[in-house]
């Protein structure tokens, strides 16, 4: 198992940027794919964004592509989404994922294997 928690959230202008961290420990970080996800309340947990376990491959939801941006240092054993132009629609608690198998379709919450407890982003007009 892997240990993930999330930072970097909290309550920002329309416009505004975040840059979430997530800090992973236990088990080999460089042979995760990681993924963010969302949830807003009353709303089903959204995929965000995806990272191949070298960062070669990424993918990024409609909503966020040309905002959001997903990175990791494996050195640090750490995974980032940089969030630019938010809007009120992106506040939610974002969660922090890794997926362990090594297969399944990474936009889909059962992918993965592991979960951090969340950040909240607030995003005020």
């Known amino acids: 198992q892997v240990q993930l928690v999330e930072s970097g959230g909290g309550l920002v202008q329309a416009g505004g940027s975040l840059r979430l961290s997530c800090a992973a420990s236990?088990?080999?970080?460089?042979?995760?794919?990681m993924g963010w996800f969302r949830q807003a309340p009353g709303k089903e947990r959204e995929f965000v964004a995806t990272?191949?376990?070298?960062?070669?491959?990424?993918d990024y939801a409609d909503s966020v592509k040309g905002r959001f941006t997903i990175s990791r240092d494996n050195a640090k054993n750490t995974v980032y989404l940089q969030m630019n132009s938010l809007k009120p629609e992106d506040t939610a608690v974002y969660y922090c994922?890794?997926?362990?198998?090594?297969?399944?379709?990474?936009?889909?919450?059962?992918?993965?294997?592991?979960w951090g407890q969340g950040t909240q982003v607030t995003v005020s007009s």
């Open positions: 994922a890794a997926r362990i198998r090594a297969t399944g379709v990474l936009t889909l919450t059962t992918t993965y294997d592991s």
């Open positions: 236990g088990g080999t970080f460089s042979t995760y794919a």
């Open positions: 990272i191949s376990r070298s960062g070669v491959f990424k």
